[in-house]
C-alpha cells in the first residue's frame, strides 16, 4: 500500500553504525514523509552515505531501530551502468525490482523524459559522459516508483553547467505526492534546490534538522555555523559572534572600521577579507572593491551569536 | 615432408568419402566436446560465481584450488577416475569404465577447474559498484549472479573455448577411462595416438587435420562470438 502524502515512510530512531570496527554514525534520528524530500548535507567523512546505505537495508545496524513502510530504492553514488543501452540499463532495474516485462520498456523511456534523458535511450552505456551517465542513473531509480527513494551524491563528479543542469532537472523531477525522498550532498547550493528539510550531519551524528532557512541562516551550534558558511567572526565580552559574507558588507557609513587583510576574485566580484580589533569578517563586494591594506567601514547585516563556552568547546 | 601432404590428401580423400570410420570418431570426438563441456559449464559457472563473488570461508582456499586445477595432469586424473570406476571400487557398479559416459565423466573433470577458475576471474572484473546497485535496487542474488556473468561474458567465452578446447585435445584420461575402444569411446586425438603407435603416419596425420579444423572452426566460432560481445551488443535487459 502506498503510504499517504505527509506520513512517515522512513524511520530512523538512534541508529548507529559501525564499519572497521570504528562508529562511523551514531546515536541518529531521521524521518523522512511521503511527499518530502529531505537532504542530508555534511563534509567527506561525516557518515551521511553510511547512513543512506544502512537505511537501505545494505549494511548492518549496530545499534537502534529503522522502520520502512513501503519499498525502499537506493542509487549508490557510483553511476555504474552495465554494458547495454541506457534504456535497457532502466529496463533492468526494472526487472530487479519486479516489474511485469510488459511495463518496462514504457516506464523506462517515461522516466528518462522525466529526467532530460530522452535522447539517451538508445545510446550503449559506455559512451555515455559522466553527466549522461549520472542522469541515466537517476532515470533508473526514479522509473522504480519507490515508496521511499534514496539518493547519494546524484552530482558528485561534475563539472559545474553539467551539475547546474541535473541539479535543476532534479529538483523538479523529485517532487512527487507519494514518495519520500532522502538526497545526500555536501554542497549547500544543492540542498537548496533540493530540500523542503535539510539535516546536516557532522562527524557521525545529526548536528542539526530543519527548512534550509532555518539551519542556514540560524544554525544551532558554532559547528553547525562553521560548516553553513560563517566564516566570519567577532569576539564579545561573553560571546562570539558568526558571520557569513552575505551579513557583511562594507559601507563607508557603517559602525566599524576594519582592514582589508585579503582580496580574492570570484565570478560575482571579489571575496574581501577585513581585521578589525574584536575579530575577522568576510565580504562579497562587486569589482573592483577596496585595495590591500586599505582602512573601510563595515556595517553587519545579520550573524549569529554564541556563548563563549560553547564556542570553545566547539 | 611427402608424407605430411600425402597425410593432408589422405584427410580431404576421408572426409570427401565419408569414411565411415572416420565419421565414428568425429561423433564420439563432438559427443565428448559437447557434453563435457556443457557439464562443465554447468557446474563450473556457479562454482566461479561463488568463488569469485562470495563471501564465506575457504573461497581464498577454494580459488587456489580451482587454481591449481588448471593444471591437472590428465594422465593422472584419468587413473584416479579408472581406479574409482574399476569393478570393486567405489564407483564400480556405475559401470562406467570403458564407456562414453565414463570418458564424458573424466573430461568434466578435467574442464570443470578451467571454467570455474576463468569465470571467477572474470565476474571478479566486473565492477563491484554495478553488482552492489543491482542489490540496492532489489536484486535477487540469482539476478546479480546473471548480471555478473552477462558483465563477464567474455571472460566466460573463454572459459568455454578453454573447456571445448581441452576436450578436443585430451588423451590420456580418454584412453585410461574409455580403453580407446574403436567405435565406442575412441576420439580423434586418442585415435591419433594409436595411428601413429602403429606407424601408420598417413591416416595419423589425416585425423590431426581433421582434429585440427574442427578446433578451429569451433573456437573460432566462440571467439567470433565473443568479440562481438565485447563490442557490446545492445540487448534488453533479460
Redesign the interface.
Known sequence: MTPAAGAPVVRARGVTVARGGAEVVRDADLEVAAGEVVVLLGPNGAGKSTLLAAI?G?LPLAGGTIERRG?V????Q?P??????AA??V????????VPRAQ??ERARAALRTIGARGLA?R?A?TLSGGEARRVHLA??LA?EADALLLDEPFAGLDAPTRADLLYDAASALRDARRATLVVVHDRAEAWALADRVMVMLDGRIASSGTPASVFGDPPSPQVAAFVGFVGRLEEPHAVRLFRPQDVTLDPDGPLRARVTRLVPTEDGVRVEVALDAGHLVALVPVPGPRLGEEVRVRLLGGVRFARDRVERA | MEFIWDGLKQAVDLLAHGDHDILVVVETTLQVAFWSTILALALGLPAGLALGLGRFRGRRVGLAVANSGMGLPPVVVGLVVALLLFRGAPLGELNLLYTLKGVIVAQTLLALPLVAALTAAAVQAV?T??L?????????RA?VAG?AL??ARVGVLAATIAAMGSAFAEVGAVVLVGGNIEGETQTLASAVLVRVSAGDYGRAIALGTILLGLIMILAAGLTFAQQHERR???????
Not at chain 2, 552492489?132 to 535477487?140: D, K, L
Request: no cysteine; proline share 5%.
Open positions: 537501505a545494505l519499498r530504492a537506493a542509487a549508490l557510483a555504474a551502468l552495465a554494458n547495454r543501452t535497457a540499463n529496463e533492468a532495474a526494472l526487472a530487479w525490482w519486479g518496462r520498456a538508445d550503449p559506455r533508473r531509480a522504480l | 565492477p559498484g554495478l552492489e546497485q543491482a542489490r540496492a535496487f532489489g536484486a535477487s539476478q548480471l552477462r558483465e557490446g551488443p545492445l540487448g534488453r535487459a533479460s
